[in-house]
Antibody, heavy 120, light 106 residues
């Protein structure tokens, strides 16, 4: 059974940093691209960042470029999102999502999400 | 690539057919998926590659289209289909979602 379990969310002041983690199980983690998708309160879905299976290529939404970094540790089946210079508008539930074998794909499994609140 | 969904909301009775439209600002071929999201839950993939039914999804859900125009159809609406539905293009980065369509079951 595929499972994705996010952690690391919480309350942080504007300008602060957080590191999200996503522990994956039930599939060959290193084979699949992974992404972070967020959802602000009462709003729609926004793709944030993606990384291919090997970790050799990453992509970021313009809204987080220069502030967020995605990475993965295939030896520990874990995906990360380092978030720096956080802004109030980064407040959202952050989901970890499993992609396909290709670089870009739809997401067939999602975690339960972790809430990030940026507020003073 | 911008994804535009219509309508933004729809209300229909049990057993009725519901159609949701998604338009892409550029050609995305068939790199299009549909998701269902219920309150407080993560999205669930219903359709991938524009028309392929994800495993375990009821056959009353179907997808069609290619290029810039796509549709999601629910052939016989059930009470448990009350949710928000999103389309998502996977043709290129940044990956983008439509704004969502709220489906209410009367």
């Amino acid at each position: 059974e595929v499972q994705l379990l996010e952690s690391g969310g919480g309350l942080v002041q504007p300008g602060g940093s957080l590191r999200l983690s996503c522990a994956a199980s039930g599939f060959n983690f290193r084979t699949y691209a992974m992404s972070w998708v967020r959802q602000a309160p009462g709003k729609g879905l926004e793709w944030v960042s993606g990384i291919i299976g090997s970790g050799g290529s990453t992509n970021l939404a313009d809204s987080v470029k220069g502030r967020f970094t995605i990475s993965r540790d295939n030896s520990k089946n874990t995906l990360f999102l380092q978030m720096n210079s956080l802004r109030v508008e980064d407040t959202a539930v952050y989901y970890c999502a499993k992609g396909g074998i290709g670089v870009a794909d739809n997401f067939d499994y999602w975690g339960q999400g972790t809430l990030v609140t940026v507020s003073s | 690539i911008q994804m535009t969904q219509s309508p933004s909301s729809v209300s229909a009775s049990v057993g009725e057919k519901v159609i949701i439209t998604c338009r892409a600002s550029l050609d995305v071929s068939t790199w299009l998926g549909w998701y269902q999201q219920k309150p407080g839950k993560a999205p669930k993939l219903l359709i991938y590659s524009a028309s392929s039914l994800q495993s375990g999804v009821p056959s009353r859900f179907s997808g069609s289209g290619s290029g810039t125009h796509f549709t999601l159809a629910i052939s016989s609406l059930q009470p448990e289909d009350s949710a928000v539905y999103y389309c998502q293009q996977a043709n290129g980065f940044p990956l983008t979602f439509g704004g969502g369509t709220k489906v209410e079951v009367k």
